[in-house]
């Protein structure tokens, strides 16, 4: 069974930066897309990176191309959100989740997922 575990979210003032990670267990990591995924209250979740199986492919939300990057490491099971230039509006609980196919904001919705981490920033 595919495990997902989030970790790396927190407090931060706009303009700062954080590093999520979400490390996964229970499949063979190199085969599975990854993605970010994030729900503010009272919204809907909207996806926001995906990274391809060998991370040679990248996808990203408007509203956070040239801020975000995600990123994967194989050998360690893990995939990395680094945010920067964080604003208000990215508060949020930020989900990792994982899919056999493509991630993407067309894609179904991925077949795994974590607890979810919560990111706040403030202003």
């Known amino acids: 069974q595919v495990q997902l575990v989030e970790s790396g979210g927190g407090l931060v003032q706009a303009g700062g930066s954080l590093r999520l990670s979400c490390a996964a267990s229970g499949h063979t990591f190199s085969y599975y897309y990854m993605g970010w995924f994030r729900q503010a209250p009272g919204k809907e979740r909207e996806f926001v990176a995906a990274?391809?199986?060998?991370?040679?492919?990248?996808y990203y939300a408007d509203s956070v191309k040239g801020r975000f990057t995600i990123s994967r490491d194989n050998a360690k099971n893990t995939v990395y959100l680094q945010m920067n230039n964080l604003k208000p509006e990215d508060t949020a609980d930020y989900y990792c989740?994982?899919?056999?196919?493509?991630?993407?904001?067309?894609?179904?919705?991925?077949?795994?997922w974590g607890q979810g981490t919560q990111v706040t920033v403030s202003s």
């Open positions: 989740a994982s899919d056999p196919s493509p991630i993407s904001v067309h894609a179904p919705r991925p077949g795994s």
């Open positions: 990274i391809s199986w060998s991370g040679g492919r990248t």
